[in-house]
Every structure is written in C-alpha cells, then in structure tokens.
C-alpha cells in the first residue's frame, strides 16, 4: 500500500522557520519526483516545490525560491522541506505527493499519490 505521511508543521512567528517531514513507502522511493504543495483556505492547491529521488534535481515555484529547500533521504524514503523566513502568506496545509520520475514540475494532476497534509500557521 502506498502511503506518505506528513509532519512536521505547527505554528510559527513571521520570519521563523519549520522543517516539513514526508515518509513514504510502498513503492520504489527512487523512481520517483516527490512534490511538496500546499492549500490556503479559500485558494486552489499549488506547487511548492519538487525533487527527483533518482538524481536528486530540485525545482521550487518562485513565490519560495530563497526560502525553502527540498531534500531527500533516499535511505529512509523521506523527503523534507525546509521553510525559512516564514511569511503569514506561507500559511496553508501542506502536502507530499508522489509523481513519475519523468515530472520535473509541481503541477498537482502529475502526481499520483498524496500524504493527509500537515497544516502550517505563520503569525504577526
């Protein structure tokens, strides 16, 4: 069974920093691009950031490029975000997903599998 599981998140001051945690299993970890989204209330789900297992090439939407970064254990099938100089802007639930090694973007129809999200509260 496929499954990715989040954590990680909580609430934060503005300009705080959180570090995201995605455990995966259930499929070849190494075969795959792991995506990093998120979802305000009220918005439409998007691209945070990616990172392929097998070659460890990252790309990051520009609204968090400089702040965040995307890393992978490929030995514990985990992937993390690291979120940096926290914006109340940045706060949303936030979810892994897991899409075919060939996807190299966070567009979120790529992606086959998805975590439960963990939610990320950033305060004045």
């Known amino acids: 069974e496929v499954q990715l599981v989040e954590s990680g998140g909580g609430l934060v001051q503005a300009g705080g920093s959180l570090r995201l945690s995605c455990a995966a299993s259930g499929f070849t970890f190494d075969d795959r691009t792991i995506g990093w989204f998120r979802q305000a209330p009220g918005k439409e789900r998007e691209g945070v950031a990616c990172i392929s297992s097998s070659d460890g090439s990252t790309y990051y939407e520009a609204v968090v490029k400089g702040r965040f970064t995307i890393s992978s254990d490929n030995a514990n099938n985990t992937v993390y975000l690291q979120l940096n100089s926290l914006e109340p802007e940045d706060t949303a639930v936030y979810y892994c997903?897991?899409?075919?090694?060939?996807?190299?973007?966070?567009?979120?129809?790529?992606?086959?599998?998805w975590g439960q999200g963990t939610q990320v509260t950033v305060s004045t």
């Open positions: 997903a897991a899409g075919p090694s060939i996807v190299v973007v966070t567009i979120p129809k790529f992606y086959d599998y």
